[in-house]
Nanobody, 115 residues
Framework: VELMESGGGLVQPGGSLTLSCTTS????????MGWWRQVPGKQSELVTT???????NYGDSVKGRVTISRNSAGNTVFLRMDSLEPEDTAVYYC??????????WGRGTQVTVSS
């Protein structure tokens, strides 16, 4: 399984950005896909996940400002982020959760919120 992320970059405060993540395959024990983020020197933080059944979970710090969705094939998830703040600056990692095997992580994409 390989996860391919795209969409990071520089955005001004108050702006919006959409990240996407495509998985090369959907394993049999697939459970969920989503995003975590990491700021150097801080603990990684859940952004959002969407399960195979469509249940969505949002991290407290982004609730109300982000939306996760997926394509009809279920192999690509989209992270729409609005009202971005400098505190949202981080490396965003796509994750694919599996029930019976180790999870898979993307390489990460940098999001920088700055004027």
């Amino acid at each position: 399984v390989e996860l391919m992320e795209s969409g990071g970059g520089l955005v001004q405060p108050g702006g919006s950005l959409t990240l996407s993540c495509t998985t090369s395959e959907i394993p049999r024990d697939f459970d969920a896909m989503g995003w975590w983020r990491q700021v150097p020197g801080k603990q990684s933080e859940l952004v959002t996940t969407i399960t195979k059944a469509g249940r969505i979970n949002y991290g407290d710090s982004v609730k109300g400002r982000v939306t996760i969705s997926r394509n009809s094939a279920g192999n690509t998830v989209f992270l729409r982020m609005d009202s971005l703040e400098p505190e949202d600056t981080a490396v965003y990692y796509c994750i694919l959760d599996r029930l019976d095997s180790a999870n898979h992580w993307g390489r990460g994409t940098q999001v920088t919120v700055s004027s």
